[in-house]
């Protein structure tokens, strides 16, 4: 049951799980996105999950606030439905051309990249949502070590394939867009392939990450 | 199909941001997709209402300039909507033409589509149908993330549109219609109100606010008195929805539109409501608005008479 429900504008319900970040209530999160996108709700136009919040758009023209609000405060989800979880991995090439950001993150850290690297690919990541731009995976958690904010001046474009760090989590840009996270290197390996319509993001909610570390020459190899 | 049975425009000249957009894709926030489709929704009805088209049609949208057109083929009606300024170039000479009307082209025949008057989107479509491949259902474009036909990018010189349907039974139809600008801008708090200061929340409804040239599909930035947030200049990134306007850490009101990022990081001071978002995207650069406070029952309402006038004007189309 999602006990606190509010609106977001005259056409969203905004449904909070909670104001930490961790997987528990993430989890949760993500087995209600699932659940009621499953029922294939009529008139529900957007489901969005994040980290502690679930936001659910809909047609005004099918519903109001009140009594989508009632449908949706009434779903309980009764078996304890075990979350679809794929290990996926990812090659990353942290060569120079690459880790845009790692002098400054060496030294905000003060730690020695081989070290700061060496942390980053010795864990797994959990995917917590999808978004932003198509695709993009926000990932977590990153040791207390190396959790350090974003830059100062956000980039106006972070390259395509850019991995980068920011607080407890990772991400993958999966287009140039603007950005302000801390880029320590870059995949070759598509993460948005619009021409999958069943399934276009290589990562989803739920999923694990393990990055593992490529030459400059394997990149080029991969990109060819 | 051989090339002489071929009906198409060839585009002469591209205008600024001119793509093909419908009623846009549903339920794919949760992978970074937008809803896309056509900003100002009431303008694409009347538009496929005037050319009994299906009421999900592909239409082209331009902002500011739009295209200019030439066409090859059988005779074919067009119409354009929106405050549209636009010239009809045939054989016997040159004619200005008006939005909400349709209008005659004959094989060779130009449409030079100059601008929108203060105003910032306009549409264009026929009596048929354009060849556009669906992405999710929906061939809306957007340029964003690539998404659509044309490869997901905005229309170019020398690009040929082609007609794979035309409409043969039709009837040229018109609406005397002048738009519908809009004041104040309704809004409904958002999630984070409590976020900024007793005196920002004020100024944020008594003053005025300036529309800036950082507006596109995406998003419009607006230049005002700073919002002072007295908690934290960011929150957990969560979802966001058209019409969320979000204050950025230098204190700036953004409002999210069609083609926004699925989710953000900046609080939430409040959300323009259903029925004035067609209005809102309008307004250009450099006008200046100001933000009223409704409530949700308010807006509900609001919306239902906004669908109910739209309707009222589609049924005087004669």
Redesign the interface.
Known sequence: MIKNILNLGDAALYCDFGSDVNQEINSNVIKYFYHIKKLNLKGITNLTPSYNKLIISYDLNIHSFLSLKKKIENIEIKENNKLEKNLIEIPVCCDNVFALDIERVENKLKLKSEIILEKFFSKNYFCYMTGFVAGMPFLGDLDQEMRLKRIETPRVKVPKGSVGITEQFCNIYSFETPGGWNILGNTPQNIFDSSNQSNPNLVNPGDTIKFYRITLDQYNEIKR | MKSKDRNYFKILRAGINTTYQDLGR????????P?SGAMDKRNFQLLNSLLQNDYNSPVIEFAYQGPHLKYFGKDIFFCISGNVSFKIITKEGVIDGNSYQCYLLKNGDEVDIHSTNKSVYGYFSINGTFGVDY??GSCSINT????GPNN?NKFSKDLEIEIIDINNSFNKRKLDYLGSTIENIRV?K??NYDYFSESSQNKFFKESFKITKLSDRMGMRLEGPKIENIVDPNI??????K??IQITSAGDPIIMLSDH????GYP?IA????ADYDRLVQLTPGSNIKFKDVS?ED??TL?KLY?METNNIISQIK
């Open positions: 549903n339920n794919l926030y949760h992978i970074g997709i809803f992405y999710w964003q993330a690539q998404i997901g409904i958002g999630t957990k990134s969560e979802g966001l929805v019409g969320v990022g699925t989710i953000g939430k959300t323009v409501i259903s949700l807006a509900e919306y669908q």
